[in-house]
């Protein structure tokens, strides 16, 4: 199972950015799909989830309203537009994948058994 994630860069307060997700070796539609992201200092922090099959999205609350994530089961993608960014906001970003994530960890990241490498959002004020 591999997960690429992109899409990151420098963005000033008030943008937007769209990161991507491809993955392979998973069968797409079974495995549910996640953002985490992780300031210098700072523990890893969820930022939105999709389960599996329609199971949900689910978005932390600091990013509610801002922030989107959508799959492309046909591509095996996933996005999420990020708008009215703020300088909080930056940190390395990355997705995730489980087929076998249980509702209680959806904003867990123990809850994810696979990782794509990061890709940096910076946002300046």
């Known amino acids: 199972v591999q997960l690429q994630a992109s899409g990151g860069g420098l963005v000033q307060a008030g943008g937007s950015l769209v990161l991507s997700c491809a993955t392979s070796?998973?069968?797409?539609?079974?495995?549910?799909m996640a953002w985490f992201r992780q300031a210098p200092g700072k523990e890893r922090e969820f930022v939105a989830a999709?389960?599996?099959?329609?199971?949900?999205?689910y978005y932390a609350d600091s990013v509610k309203g801002r922030f989107t994530m959508s799959r492309d089961n046909a591509k095996n993608t996933v996005s999420l537009q990020m708008n009215s960014l703020k300088p909080v906001d930056t940190a390395i970003y990355y997705c995730a994948a489980s087929r076998t994530l249980i509702l209680s960890n959806t904003r867990n990241p123990s809850g994810y058994n696979y990782w794509g490498q990061g890709t940096q959002v910076t946002v300046s004020s």
């Open positions: 070796g998973v069968t797409f539609g079974t495995y549910s």
């Open positions: 999709m389960r599996r099959s329609g199971g949900g999205t």
